[in-house]
């Protein structure tokens, strides 16, 4: 991969390292127009034995002449609504806030933070919301008469399973999204059912509670969360340290989304963009990176407020020319 003659790097600080962290440092080591400045970290830096540049969160005021790019790795749950209203008072941000339900709310407090410090923060991007949101998109824009499926799956969540660790009394725990085999095969067959996502979709927890702690105050607690279980059938299992660690320390996920449509005369038409991840943080991580770029670029034309995957032309999340992207790619 080459850069144009005489660009700097983009200059990129990470919030949190947890697996999405990792991996977007690792992602930034694929991209030669990108260099880590920091990990900023609410743990002792020491313990990040294998990150040189580890900083202590409270430092994050330091570097605020040294990053072009912040992209925050926190939960959508409880961290991101906090860190990106901070954050966004100094630095350019992207990141993976996953609550659709929340997305509106969120977006308009972001972007009013943002305006006010006149940087400019991309919110909810990976693979759904992001390239999902934008495969949905397009197919409602080419197929207008027709229906939209959205399928998860098999695959373990972070942001769920993050929720799932946040219920008092867990230890540890991973969800896995399991699509319905059923649905499926009525959307690929040509029909338009109506169905729910809990009529696409069933939840499996695995979890492992801490000594003394209610199991079934557990169970109730995950089953009626709103916006994650509350509308799925979803089971709970307790399990051991062990057993987690032996049988569910894998991230694999993806899923697919189609819309089928009528066109003309009656002419049946079916879009489908689907993900095989063996590596969801990773890939989720490689989004964020692309998107950090085009942050960047939309930042030096002095753009401001929120954004979201639908503001962002394509072509910026290439550290390519357009004119080289038309040569080669169009």
């Not at 659709?100 to 933070?113: G, L, M, N, R, T």
């Not at 939209?148 to 969540?157: A, I």
């Not at 995957?309 to 910026?316: A, E, Q, S, T």
Request: a negative charge.
């Amino acid at each position: 991969m080459q850069k144009e003659s005489g660009t700097p790097p983009l200059r990129v600080g990470i919030v949190g390292y947890g697996n999405l962290g990792k991996g977007v440092a690792l992602a930034i080591g694929q991209n030669p127009d990108m260099e880590l400045v920091a990990v900023f970290t609410r743990r002792p830096p020491e313990e990040l034995t294998a990150v040189e540049n580890a900083v202590p969160y409270a430092r994050i005021t330091d570097y605020s002449a040294d990053i072009d790019v912040m992209i925050l790795c926190g939960g959508s749950s409880t961290d991101l609504p906090e860190q990106v209203l901070s954050v966004s008072k100094l630095f350019n941000t992207v990141d993976s806030f996953d609550t659709h339900a929340k997305i509106p709310a969120y977006f308009s407090q972001v972007d009013e933070a943002a305006k006010a410090a006149n940087t400019l923060s991309l919110i909810s991007t990976g693979w759904d919301p992001g390239l999902f949101s934008l495969a949905r998109l397009l197919g409602q824009s080419v197929l207008p008469q027709g229906e939209e499926y959205t399928f998860w799956g098999k695959g373990l969540s972070q942001g769920h399973s993050d929720a799932v660790r946040r219920v008092p009394g867990v230890k540890n725990g991973v969800q896995y999204t399991i699509p319905l085999e059923s649905a499926i095969e009525q959307v690929r067959a040509g029909a338009t059912p109506s169905l729910t996502t809990a009529d696409r979709h069933r939840r499996v927890c695995y979890v492992v509670a801490k000594p003394e702690a209610n199991l079934s105050e557990i169970e109730e607690n995950i089953k009626s969360m709103p916006h994650y279980f509350e509308p799925y059938d979803t089971t709970v299992h307790f399990i051991s340290d062990e057993e987690l660690r032996e049988n569910h320390s894998g991230m694999p996920h993806g899923g697919t989304v189609f819309r089928s449509g009528i066109t003309g005369n009656g002419s049946r038409q079916r879009i489908e963009f689907g993900l095989a991840l063996e590596s969801n943080p990773e890939f989720t991580a490689s989004v964020l990176v692309a998107y950090a770029r085009a942050v960047g670029k939309l930042a030096k034309e002095g753009q401001t407020g929120a954004r979201t995957v639908f503001d962002i032309p394509l072509g910026y999340l290439s550290p390519h020319a357009a004119e080289e992207l038309r040569r080669t790619l169009l």
